[in-house]
């Protein structure tokens, strides 16, 4: 609905004539801003009309699309309050709260507000296009969210299979506590929740960015009903407590679908569980901007984009190896190639690509799928993970006939997956003429915009034994997040990519040839340009994306 005091307000400017706006009052529905129709107007400049509201009313004008606004304040907001009032909290203060406007005539119900938020609001003027491109983008509160999550039916072949479990002894206020649990792990975008049992406490944990924080504690007495819940919602046996077991939820919350992956394992004092969120709008496909520096993308992009041959990227569990390798895949992936994938499980649908689950309980492992993938007339084959030497048998022969394998493996560093792939038993010239790249990466916490300073604790000596030379350390800035709402007053939000990318050239297949170490590799690959991960990191540490201890503990130190 078009609220007449603003049909007031800006008829008032001359901006836009009242024939204009006349046929916009018309609009009676309650849950429609019909505002949103003035930008239709070409001759409607929204920027000097807030601009001169806010000079009229001496208050700020502020371009939303440049603003951040905090998780804390995003949690205020809630749809309801928003389509009545044209207004949502920007920042929060411990005594009051800064409301963003587009409609002046918003003013005259300051008392109503300061009610509604209960505390005292002050107001600054946004143009009406950054009004709604926010508006469009605002995740609804934690409250609604609980009220609005649909659980989505899984396909029959994903259900397990035996008697259906009744929800009777499952109470509302469980059902609901386990609804908020999910949503609030949605909107802090979590990666895992843990919900562990002890003697005397239950303890709920949610992972931010890489490292878990504990959420509120349920009473001891919702143990057992939430971990029931839990089950029956990812088709589990309630009954079965001595094994573990996995399972699948899907939901729909604030009208986007999410995966959960829900493990259960048997503790001393009860079953733990343990749930991995998808969100396919967190995934980041375009390569430019995971953390490759320019030389390391057009290393990584000669290894993937070859006809043939084995792209590696290694890392541990966490460290972002399948994001990477979606990046590579969804490049490649045209309309005129093949691509088929082993995944365990498959995180995301990768629209025109030929994903398959892996299920070792039918004998349907990552050798298994190869071998099947190669009657598939392939171009490209992604697989999982390499963990024995059958699959990297395989693998290895599919690059050598014509055909472009994208993997993984877990190793330290970039030349130490060519020792760990030779100690498995394949041969070196085998190897040498079937690898094309290995990349090894980590994340390191981004420091938090919102409270980014400089490190003044410290010393010039930590900054030098960090691996960082005299002349650099008394020149460089080393920033770090002092803490704040924005980021929980941990001083990071988000994370950064540190990589270390290892072409295999004529000089490293040389040293492949006579067996020659890691260390060698190593030394080889730096001098041919290569930056270890410990570089990558550093450097991130001088650009202020990341502090010199997440440098420090997400890379290893170099001898070299």
Same mark, same amino acid.
Request: proline residues 5%.
């Given at each position: 609905m078009f609220r007449k005091e603003f049909a007031k307000a800006i008829s008032a400017t001359g901006m836009i004539p009242a024939r204009d706006i006349r046929p916009l009052l018309e609009n009676t529905n309650p849950t429609e801003i019909s505002e949103r129709k003035l930008l239709d107007f070409g001759f409607f400049d929204d920027v000097k009309f807030a601009r001169l509201v806010a000079e009229q009313n001496s208050l700020t004008f502020i371009n939303l699309n440049d603003a951040q606004v905090s998780d804390h304040c995003l949690s205020l907001v809630k749809r309801v309050s928003v389509i009545e009032f044209r207004c949502y909290a920007v920042q929060k203060t411990v005594n009051s709260v800064t409301l963003a406007i587009y409609d002046p005539s918003i003013l005259e119900r300051k008392n109503e507000l300061s009610k509604l938020y209960q505390c005292s609001v002050e107001f600054i003027v946004t143009n009406l296009s950054s009004w709604f491109h926010f508006y469009d983008q605002i995740i609804e509160s934690v409250d609604e969210l609980v009220l609005n999550i649909k659980e989505i039916g899984l396909g029959k072949d994903e259900k397990q299979e035996g008697e259906k479990i009744k929800e009777d002894d499952i109470g509302e206020d469980v059902i609901n506590y386990v609804n908020l649990i999910l949503a609030e792990a949605f909107v802090k975008k979590v990666s895992d929740i843990h919900l562990e049992p002890y003697e005397n406490f239950f303890r709920i944990r949610f992972r931010i960015d890489g490292t878990l924080q504990e959420w509120k504690r349920p009473p001891k007495?919702?143990?057992?009903?939430?971990?029931?819940?839990?089950?029956?919602?990812?088709?589990?046996?309630?009954?079965?407590?001595?094994?573990?077991?996995?399972?699948?939820?899907?939901?729909?919350?604030?009208?986007?679908?999410?995966?959960?992956?829900? !493990?259960? #394992?048997? /503790?001393?004092?009860?079953?733990?569980? *343990?749930? &991995? @969120? %998808?969100?396919?709008?967190?995934?980041?496909?375009?390569?430019?901007?995971?953390?490759?520096?320019?030389?390391?993308?057009?290393?990584?992009?000669?290894?993937?984009?070859?006809?043939?041959?084995?792209?590696?990227?290694?890392?541990?569990?966490?460290s972002g190896k399948t994001t990477t390798l979606y990046s590579g895949v969804s490049a490649l992936n045209k309309e005129g190639v093949n691509i088929s994938t082993a995944e365990d499980p498959v995180e995301f649908n990768l629209m025109g690509v030929n994903q398959v689950n892996v299920r070792k309980e039918i004998g349907l492992n990552f050798a298994a799928a190869l071998k099947s993938f190669l009657r598939q007339d392939p171009d490209i084959i992604m697989v999982g993970e390499i963990r024995d030497f059958e699959t990297a048998?395989?693998?290895?022969?599919?690059?050598?006939?014509?055909?472009?394998?994208? !993997?993984? #493996?877990? /190793?330290?560093?970039?030349?130490?997956? *060519?020792? &760990? @792939? %030779?100690?498995?038993?394949?041969?070196p010239f085998l190897l040498t003429g079937a690898l094309n790249v290995v990349v090894a990466q980590r994340l390191c916490r981004r420091i938090c915009t919102k409270c980014k300073a400089p490190d003044k604790d410290l010393s010039l000596e930590e900054i030098i034994n960090c691996g960082i030379s005299e002349n650099s350390a008394k020149k460089i800035k080393i920033m770090k997040g002092k803490g704040c709402a924005t980021c929980h007053d941990t001083g990071y939000k988000g994370r950064v990519a540190i990589y270390e990318v290892m072409p295999i050239t004529p000089g490293i297949k040389e040293i492949m040839l006579k067996n020659g170490t890691a260390d060698e590799l190593k030394l080889q690959a730096i001098k041919e340009g290569m930056k270890t991960l410990r570089m990558s990191a550093l450097i991130k540490v001088a650009n202020g994306l990341t502090t010199l201890s997440e440098a420090v503990s997400n890379s290893a130190s170099d001898k070299f």
């Open positions: 007495s919702f143990t057992m009903p939430i971990i029931s819940r839990l089950k029956i919602m990812s088709q589990m046996d309630i009954s079965e407590r001595r094994k573990p077991q996995d399972g699948r939820i899907k939901l729909e919350i604030g009208g986007q679908p999410i995966d959960f992956r829900v !493990s259960a #394992l048997p /503790t001393l004092f009860g079953e733990k569980i *343990v749930i &991995r @969120l %998808l969100d396919s709008t967190n995934l980041q496909l375009d390569m430019t901007v995971l953390g490759f520096s320019k030389k390391q993308l057009k290393a990584f992009q000669e290894g993937i984009y070859q006809p043939y041959g084995m792209c590696l990227v290694t890392g541990p569990t966490g048998e395989i693998a290895v022969e599919a690059a050598l006939t014509g055909h472009l394998v994208l !993997s993984t #493996l877990h /190793t330290n560093d970039a030349p130490s997956t *060519v020792t &760990r @792939l %030779l100690n498995m038993g394949l041969e």
